[in-house]
């Protein structure tokens, strides 16, 4: 296992010492290119087919959403974090609006919280199912995407039915929900739940103890648990490699105290782990939501929060699992109605670090796997 | 003029082909009819597979051009000949031109040898396997020059990838079929045959085809030549010189319009030349199936009837398919071609019928079957398996396939020669 801190950084300028040893080659992938989910522009070093080494370069989605965040008052800027993960536009959300609530020192009411809880699970889901399928595809499972998307419709339907958009929701308020559940929400979670177990198992089906799934996936992009923590990298990439470290169980948030549930780690730290991980994560998103929506309390929805929101001066960071690992978000406040300075911790990007170090002597079909299993979303690393 | 007629009618006594006869015309006759086969074949497979994967994969596939998307092969070709032809500025303009044709003619000379029936093919050589597993593998020469030509890094990727792949797995092939040829050999005279026809008849004398002979060994064998075959011509999960989440496009990502249908016509057409390998080899070729369980003339004729139905079951689904067709004046056109479609294939069923038609067309439908078999277990990989990575691939086919097939040769030949070991055996003991 390549130690991070004594890897040597990647040199693209420095002519080529091995000349007239025409093996090393460097290919641009992306930023146009199938398997990079996105606009990632990955400079692969390769001999042959071996990795020596590469380099991300980011920044073709970049739209300057944190300083945008200078420009907009609190409540503005509350959509646009769902354009920052659009597949977990929920989690992006709930992020926000918890932080933004922790300046004010409100606290949203139970029933907002049970609900929130169970669209920020069933987010979760839809965004491993998107991940499953999108890997899949790339190691060449052309199938599973299918499956994953047929599933995953049934989420975003609820979605809809929720606060009218399917991607970028826009679901939760600072303070509480706008909405309140409609009538038959509860019993669409149910029945979506019940609807979607067999279908984990189908998808496991296709996967899980398929040979080539296991050759293709199994000790590849290993990372070790030191490695992940020192590279700061959260999420199923950490808990595969061994480390159990879950904000939902850390740091509580929202009302997950509440619930019970487990946090399903890996040992090997390598793709397969890292798809097991995932797909028991599923499950366990199943069963909170299932605890959650025999306990929605009745209540308000909405904390007293003031229309203007003029939050106290002040900094304060607050995080949340989203489904690609730790969400956070650092909000400084001069007292005005505006943001001083919003910072997000994007999992997606830090995740990304852990590329070069999980591809170096692998071969190239292995780096589209690890971008796959890293589960990144493009436009959460640009922001 | 009468002379014409009687060097043409003098082919319709003849028991052999067309080429072994030294028939010229009948001979250009079937290899037009063999090019317009192969290229209705291919367009029917290009809608076959995109209809059955996606039913594998719960969506409809094409719907819109024609009645179930019928005529989108064709409003496809049509786009790829209108597109512009590109040929990159830093390309090598002869071999980048010349790279398409080589695989195309590859793919197309090998049918000259295929025996849709014991007089329906083109010629028939005492060398055909080899002529077969010769020229098919020119294929990959086409390959190459295709990627390097291009100038570009993934499709010169490509190009290593599939040229390595197709040499490795020719290796195991080779043992597979050699295996099958020992098997030619078990007759009075000890003498096996290269010949493709010959090789069939060697089945129908045997009274077995080769895939259950010596069971399990002809079943293995088969394995070894299903997967090699797979890996030959690049399709999934060995489809890696053309992986499009890894290399875009493989070898020919630089290629667009005209140039890159070639390829695609190469590559279908090269998997129905393997498929019908396979099925000459170890499926029988032409014969019917269970010729040893149910034969005699009864039999003989119930089984000359099921081209017929064949096409009249085809003919009721379309039928069945226009009856459901929503009713809508904006659907009126679609519904008459559907069920136009099916009155064809209704009239070819019937016309199979006839004695003299159902006499003749049996075993070019049973061959075609069996290969559309293979067609369909192509799509049906596709569908289910990711791919594999290039030293796995190259892992299967040196540790797995290679001693697997060297063993199966010996033990083939062992199982062959076993009456005259054993005396041999004995005789040393005696003495």
Redesign the interface.
Same mark, same amino acid.
């Given at each position: 296992m390549t130690d991070p801190n004594t890897l040597s950084p990647l040199d693209l300028d420095m002519p080529d010492k091995t000349f007239l040893d025409a093996n090393e =080659?460097v @290919?641009n992938m992306g930023p146009q290119?199938?398997?990079t989910h996105g606009v990632l522009r990955v400079i692969l070093r390769l001999d042959g087919?071996k990795v020596l080494g590469l380099e991300c370069v980011i920044g073709y989605l970049h739209r300057g959403v944190e300083k945008i965040a200078e420009n907009r008052t609190y409540t503005m800027f509350n959509p646009y974090v769902d354009r920052m993960d659009y597949v977990a536009a929920v989690s992006n959300g709930l992020g926000y609006c918890e932080t933004v609530e922790k300046l004010l020192s409100v606290e949203a009411p139970p029933r907002a919280q049970y609900i929130r809880v169970i669209l920020t699970e069933l987010n979760r889901i839809a965004s491993h199912q998107l991940w499953l399928g999108t890997h899949? =595809?790339? @190691?060449?499972?052309?199938?599973p995407?299918?499956?994953t998307f047929?599933d995953r419709e049934e989420i975003l339907k609820i979605f809809e039915k929720y606060c009218g958009a399917r991607l970028t929701t826009h679901a939760f308020r600072i303070g509480g929900l706008q909405y309140e559940a409609y009538d038959g929400f509860e019993r669409d979670v149910r029945n979506f739940v019940s609807f979607v177990k067999p279908k984990i198992d189908e998808y496991e089906e296709?996967?899980t103890t398929?040979r080539?799934?296991l050759?293709?996936t199994k000790d590849v992009g290993v990372i070790s648990g030191k490695d992940a923590i020192a590279l700061g990298v959260t999420g199923p990439v950490l808990r595969a490699s061994g480390v159990k470290w879950d904000i939902r169980k850390a740091q509580p948030y929202a009302n997950y105290k509440n619930f019970e549930f487990e946090i399903p780690i890996g040992e090997n730290g390598d793709t397969y782990d890292r798809y097991i991980v995932r797909m028991m994560e599923m499950r366990q998103s199943l069963r909170i939501i299932e605890q959650a929506v025999e306990g929605i309390p009745e209540g308000p929805i909405m904390a007293k929060v003031p229309k203007v929101m003029k939050p106290p001066v002040g900094e304060v960071y607050h995080s949340i699992e989203a489904p690609k690992g730790e969400l956070g978000y650092f909000i400084v406040s001069d007292g005005s109605t505006q943001p001083y300075r919003v910072r997000v911790r994007p999992p997606s990007f830090v995740n990304l670090q852990a590329l070069d170090v999980m591809c170096r002597d692998q071969?190239?079909?292995?780096?589209?796997a690890v971008i796959g299993t890293l589960d990144i979303v493009l436009g959460e690393v640009d922001r | 003029m009468h002379e014409i007629v009687q060097y043409i009618e003098s082919y319709l006594s003849s028991d052999k082909t067309p080429g072994a006869a030294g028939n010229f015309f009948w001979a250009t006759v079937y290899v037009l009819l063999v090019f317009v086969g192969l290229s209705i074949a291919v367009i029917a497979m290009n809608w076959l597979e995109r209809k059955i994967l996606a039913h594998m994969q719960v969506r409809l596939g094409p719907m819109r051009v024609g009645p179930h998307g019928l005529l989108q092969p064709i409003a496809d070709a049509l786009k790829l000949l209108l597109k512009e032809d590109i040929i990159p500025d830093g390309a090598d303009k002869v071999v980048f031109w010349m790279a398409p044709f080589i695989v195309v003619l590859a793919a197309f000379t090998v049918f000259v040898v295929v025996p849709f029936g014991p007089t329906h093919a083109i010629t028939d050589m005492n060398i055909g396997i080899l002529f077969m597993l010769g020229v098919s593998s020119l294929s990959v020469l086409g390959i190459v020059t295709a990627g390097w030509a291009s100038n570009s890094h993934y499709p010169l990727i490509g190009a290593l990838r599939s040229s390595a792949q197709m040499v490795s797995y020719e290796v195991a092939m080779g043992l597979a079929v050699v295996s099958a040829i020992l098997m030619t050999s078990l007759n009075e005279s000890k003498t096996g045959t290269l010949s493709m026809i010959g090789i069939v008849q060697a089945q129908q004398e045997q009274g077995i085809w080769f895939l259950f002979k010596f069971f399990p060994l002809g079943i293995i064998a088969f394995g070894i030549f299903a997967i090699a075959m797979v890996a030959e011509t690049n399709r999934a999960p060995f489809d890696l010189p053309e992986a499009e989440s890894e290399l875009t496009a493989g070898f020919h990502t630089e290629y667009s319009g005209f140039r890159w249908s070639l390829f695609f016509l190469a590559e279908y057409s090269a998997m129905i030349a393997v498929s019908s390998i396979a099925v000459t080899l170890w499926l029988g070729g032409w014969l019917r199936p269970f010729p040893n369980l149910l034969h005699g003339t009864t039999w003989d004729l119930a089984f000359s009837f099921i081209p017929g139905i064949a096409f009249l079951l085809l003919g009721a689904m379309c039928f069945y398919n226009t009856a459901r067709m929503p009713k809508h004046p904006l659907f009126k056109i679609q519904t008459l071609g559907l069920a136009g479609f099916g009155a064809v294939l209704t009239l070819i069923g019937l016309l199979m019928f006839l004695p003299p038609v159902r006499d003749r067309v049996g075993d070019i439908f049973w061959f075609s079957a069996k290969v559309a078999g293979f067609m369909y277990l192509y799509i049906w990989y596709r569908g289910t398996f990711p791919r594999y990575r290039f030293d796995q691939l190259m892992k299967v086919g040196w540790k797995v396939l290679l001693p697997t097939g060297l063993a199966l040769l010996i033990l083939t030949a062992v199982v062959g020669m076993r009456a005259e070991l054993l005396a041999q055996v004995k005789e040393v003991f005696q003495r």
């Open positions: =080659l @290919i290119h199938p398997a087919e899949a =595809l790339d @190691i060449g499972a052309i199938t995407l299918f499956y047929r296709l996967l398929n080539i799934w050759e293709r071969l190239v079909a292995d780096v589209i | -």
